[in-house]
């Protein structure tokens, strides 16, 4: 696990309780995983999915948490919603030609590009194997439309590289918010289905989820920006177009808003310790971006 992903997880399992959620999403990841023990894939998935934040499935949990009565088994979800990342990292580190993934070999340089590709369909596969046991055309609906929005992202990062005077703020947001805050979106909305919210509170957890994935990617950005590492590719794009000063600038101020956007649209639910762990976890974004 690499410095970044480390100073964003301390103080969160820090928080009351959030270390027992990471530890049961852990044990479900396993027991889906296990299902597939005599596969060819099941090793290279375990590479895959080791050294990953868990964040996304950690949201979709707490927003099942704070609309349902737990009914609902909402960790294989979260183990979907963890595979759907997975299978896009995979894809995008072969798209990007990237050679290392959270400080070790990427997965496409280390089992080559066949072996990655065909490891990122059979995780998709998995991905929908697993959602469509809740039997809800709703949830599966998600899941499609958010790998729709990250292709689509995925496709717009690529044209900016080619042509980087197109790539202004507005294009540069649309990108973060196609390519990695829609399964944010998907997984506080997933999670609130699967909760049994009412209308009103899967749309305000939905859109908490596509703002905090925004700030969140922000936040990235502006931590590779300065500590002067590697950077995504929009935000090299980015740099060809403004100086240092100005997009260090306006990444801290537009994280700081997001964050605090997606903190808003909670205010209306009712008060649980999952909407609690949501807040916090909105604002240690902000306070991180410092």
């Not at 301390?10 to 479900?28: C, F």
């Not at 992202?153 to 900016?160: N, Y």
């Not at 197109?166 to 909305?189: D, G, Q």
């Not at 500590?227 to 100005?246: C, H, I, P, R, Y």
Request: glycine share 6%; charged share 25%; proline share 3%.
């Amino acid at each position: 696990m690499g410095k970044l992903e480390m100073a964003f997880l301390e103080p969160l399992i820090k928080l009351d309780g959030v270390k027992s959620y990471l530890s049961r999403i852990e044990e479900a990841l396993e027991k889906e995983l296990a299902r597939y023990k005599n596969s060819f894939f099941y090793e290279p998935l375990l590479y895959a999915v080791k050294g990953g934040k868990r964040i996304r499935p950690l949201i979709l949990v707490l927003s099942a948490e704070c609309v349902g009565d737990g009914k609902k088994n909402p960790y294989p979800a979260a183990v979907a919603i963890e595979l759907s990342h997975t299978e896009s990292l995979i894809h995008d580190d072969i798209v990007d030609k990237e050679t290392f993934r959270r400080g070790k070999l990427a997965f496409h340089a280390k089992y080559g590009q066949p072996a990655a590709i065909l490891s990122a369909d059979f995780t998709l596969a998995m991905v929908l194997d697993i959602l469509i046991r809740y039997r809800k055309p709703s949830i599966l609906k998600e899941i499609v439309l958010s790998v729709l929005k990250m292709c689509e992202g995925e496709i717009l990062d690529v044209k900016a590289q080619y042509n980087p005077q197109s790539l202004n703020w507005n294009t540069y947001i649309n990108i973060v918010e196609k390519k990695t805050a829609s399964l944010f979106y998907a997984a506080a909305k997933i999670g609130a289905i699967i909760g049994g919210g009412k209308k009103w509170e899967i749309n305000s957890l939905s859109n908490y989820g596509l703002l905090f994935g925004v700030s969140y990617q922000i936040r990235d950005d502006l931590s590779d920006l300065k500590k002067e590492g590697e950077t995504s590719d929009a935000l090299k794009t980015l740099l060809q177009n403004f100086e240092v000063d100005e997009v260090t600038e306006h990444l801290t101020k537009m994280v700081k808003e997001y964050s605090m956007k997606a903190i808003g649209y909670l205010e209306p639910l009712k008060n649980t310790k999952a909407k609690e762990y949501l807040c916090e976890l909105a604002k240690l974004i902000a306070e991180q971006s410092l």
